[in-house]
């Protein structure tokens, strides 16, 4: 089963516009990670947010976490065509440490 | 420099035949794990170790077998057992414990002949 639940599923905007993806989750968690990939590479670690933390920044990357209301946005700020890709939250809410469940992905096109 | 390397990019798997998928990395990892990822959905995890000669099955274990005999290398074997085994197969590595990113090689794609 899978724990997050990314939201929009697809999204297409114009280079330059800001792009915001949602991610829902249903347990408590250690904390929540970003994940981008691009059309049949593997994913590229973007942001691992913890529980305790509210907000992160990383260039024009910023992820927010509600555990209140379990859920977390990525925003991409300033977007370029280089951005199309799929992007993918996931949660590890396991007491090993770094188990890993992810979403379906939001899929997002820059167009130039 | 650093990663994991995922061998062959493309594979073909006959009818009954059992297939190996190469996962090696370099950047002193002690956690290895393998993903499912099929078209247009999330990854799916099959089995993953967190140290040497031990590992442990994930959510869709059945149908595929592993190995972890060295810290660098965690083959993955796609027994004739996995009745739909086309799909994007994934090795990720980590540093152990808590709140550590995974790094992913690129992957293999695996299809039925």
């Known amino acids: 089963s899978q724990q997050g639940e990314e939201d929009p599923q697809a999204l297409s905007i114009q280079e330059g516009e800001n792009a915001t993806m949602n991610c829902s989750y249903k347990?408590?968690?250690?904390?929540l990670q970003w994940y981008r990939q691009n059309s049949g590479r593997g994913l590229v670690h973007l942001i691992l947010?913890?529980?305790?933390?509210r907000e992160k920044h990383s260039g024009r990357l910023r992820v927010t976490l509600d555990t209140s209301k379990k859920s977390s946005s990525l925003l991409i700020t300033a977007s370029r065509a280089a951005d199309t890709a799929s992007y993918f939250c996931?949660?590890?809410?396991?007491?090993?440490?770094?188990?890993?469940?992810f979403g379906g992905g939001t899929r997002l096109m820059v167009k130039p | 420099d650093g990663g994991i390397t995922q061998s062959p990019k493309y594979l073909f798997r006959k009818e009954g035949q059992n297939v190996t998928l190469s996962c090696e990395q370099n950047?002193?990892?002690?956690?290895m794990y393998w993903y499912r990822q099929d078209p247009g959905q999330g990854l799916r995890l099959i089995y993953y170790?967190?140290?040497?000669?031990?590992?442990q099955k994930g959510d869709i274990a059945e149908g595929y077998s592993v190995s972890r005999e060295k810290k660098e290398s965690f083959p993955l074997t796609v027994t004739s057992a996995q009745k739909n085994p086309t799909a994007f197969y994934l090795c990720?590595?980590?540093?152990?414990?808590?709140?550590?990113?995974?790094?992913f090689g690129d992957g293999t794609r695996l299809s039925i002949l």
């Open positions: 347990t408590s968690i250690n904390n």
């Open positions: 950047l002193n990892h002690d956690a």
């Open positions: 170790s967190q140290i040497v000669n031990d590992f």
């Open positions: 996931a949660t590890d809410a396991s007491n090993a440490g770094n188990m890993l469940t």
């Open positions: 990720a590595s980590s540093i152990q414990g808590t709140n550590q990113p995974q790094h």
């Open positions: 947010i913890r529980s305790n933390e």
